[in-house]
């Protein structure tokens, strides 16, 4: 299987397990990760959060797999985009109405 159709079958289980044996350099069972195991371990979830998650990080992997750095500027756009507003209004009583 290709990488590519790997990343796509991917359950969202078992990239946390990937996730925490790279964090850990350990298999859930306790059993140390080879140095070839980390590397291929970590591609993988490296193109699993390119493809699936959305990075609000100043670092990450875009879709495409090429490096993202954004500015603390570019940041808070993103930020001030995702806060929703919103003003109150009081109410004019009835008879102010006419």
């Known amino acids: ?9 991917m359950s969202d289980a078992l990239y946390l ?4 044996a790279v964090e850990t350099g ?10 070839q195991q980390r590397e291929d371990s970590l591609s993988l979830v ?3 959060q390119a493809r699936h998650l959305d990075q609000t990080e100043p ?10 750095s954004k ?7 993103e930020r001030e985009q995702e806060i929703t507003r919103f003003s109150i209004q009081p109410e004019t ?4 109405k006419t």
């Open 17 to 20: 397990r990937l996730r925490e």
């Open 46 to 48: 490296m193109m699993y």
């Open 1 to 9: 299987m290709q990488p590519e159709q790997l990343i796509e079958n």
């Open 59 to 68: 670092f990450s992997i875009g879709k495409d797999g090429q490096f993202i």
């Open 71 to 77: 500015s603390k500027a570019e940041m808070r756009r």
């Open 26 to 35: 350990r298999w859930p069972d306790g059993n140390p990760l080879t140095e």
């Open 93 to 96: 009583p009835e008879s102010d």
